[in-house]
């Protein structure tokens, strides 16, 4: 594996903490003298990354002289709560701290691919999925906290009235359950390779243009790659915020 210089940083101070722990959960890594890969790496700066710019957000908070920084924040915020009250009705503020976490992530991570030296961890299948497998166990947590565990299960067996013949209803509720569940961990898949798929393609066609061109044409698919960056951190927080009010709404 060709380590980029912050994940070799990474293996130099901390490998072996990362590789006791892999042993101590019986994982075999592929190159033990450097257990942590770049998109591990990566995925650690970003959070960093994050963490660097809530933190100056929080001792810079002004109401009579905002910073540009706030501004941006505050911005962000309100597009993000907007949104999620638009969908999921009143009371949706709740959700908008993990959905803006969610959002600033995924797109922190598209977007550090462009910085020479770096690459974008949601190039990575296991990155999207950890993002898709997180929102996944986020919105049923939601939607039991809602309605309660046993409501919560019942809806996945299909609105079956008493107007609906007992044996039909035997029948027809453990296959709605079944595809209901089934459709719901397909989700995961869908949010995983959408995102994936986006951010390989946009890193290899940038890069082969930089091979071929190196002056002037990259910076059009550069460009591209931004634009991608946050639409595909956009649609990944929309349908997860979709996915919210589906599990919380009364009518689920």
């Given at each position: 594996?060709?380590?980029?210089?912050?994940?070799?940083?990474?293996?130099?101070?901390?490998?072996g903490?990362a590789?006791?722990?892999?042993?101590?959960?019986h994982?075999?890594p592929k190159?033990?003298?450097?257990?942590?890969?770049?998109f591990?790496?990566?995925?650690i700066l970003?959070?960093?990354?994050?963490v660097?710019?809530f933190?100056?957000?929080?001792?810079?908070?002004s109401?009579?002289?905002?910073?540009?920084?706030?501004?941006?924040f505050?911005g962000?915020h309100?597009?993000?709560?907007?949104q999620?009250?638009?969908?999921?009705g009143?009371?949706?503020?709740?959700?908008?701290?993990?959905?803006?976490?969610?959002?600033?992530?995924?797109?922190?991570?598209?977007l550090?691919?462009?910085?020479?030296?770096?690459?974008?961890p949601?190039?990575?299948?296991?990155?999207?999925l950890?993002?898709?497998?997180?929102?996944f166990?986020?919105?049923?947590?939601?939607?039991?906290?809602?309605?309660?565990?046993?409501?919560?299960?019942?809806?996945?067996m299909?609105?079956?009235?008493?107007?609906?013949?007992?044996?039909?209803?035997?029948i027809?509720?453990?296959?709605m359950?079944?595809?209901?569940?089934?459709?719901?961990?397909?989700?995961m898949?869908?949010?995983t390779?959408?995102?994936?798929?986006n951010?390989?393609?946009?890193?290899?066609?940038t890069?082969v243009?930089?091979?071929?061109v190196?002056?002037?044409?990259?910076v059009?698919?550069?460009?591209?790659?931004?634009f991608?960056?946050?639409?595909?951190?956009?649609?990944?927080v929309?349908?997860?915020?979709?996915?919210?009010?589906?599990?919380?709404?009364?009518?689920?």
């Open positions: 594996m060709e380590q980029l210089p912050f994940t070799a940083l990474l293996n130099k101070y901390f490998g903490v590789l006791a722990l892999l042993h101590a959960l994982i075999q190159h033990p003298e450097t257990p942590i890969t770049n591990v790496a990566m995925e970003v959070a960093i990354i994050l660097v710019f933190v100056l957000v929080r001792m810079r908070l109401v009579e002289r905002p910073g540009w920084l706030q501004h941006i505050e962000l309100n597009f993000v709560q907007n999620s009250e638009e969908i999921i009143h009371h949706s503020e709740g959700f908008t701290p993990f959905l803006m976490a969610l959002g600033l992530f995924i797109l922190l991570c598209n550090i691919g462009l910085i020479p030296g770096f690459e974008s949601t190039a990575t299948p296991a990155v999207p950890g993002c898709a497998v997180a929102s166990i986020y919105y049923h947590i939601q939607g039991v906290k809602r309605h309660g565990a046993g409501n919560y299960l019942k809806a996945f299909g609105p079956f009235g008493s107007d609906v013949p007992f044996i039909m209803r035997i027809l509720k453990p296959m359950f079944i595809i209901e569940w089934i459709s719901n961990f397909a989700r898949l869908s949010l390779v959408r995102l994936y798929a951010m390989f393609a946009g890193d290899l066609v890069l243009f930089i091979s071929l190196p002056i002037g044409i990259p059009l698919f550069m460009g591209l790659h931004i991608v960056s946050f639409l595909q951190a956009y649609i990944f929309l349908l997860v915020t979709v996915y919210l009010a589906g599990a919380v709404s009364e009518a689920h």
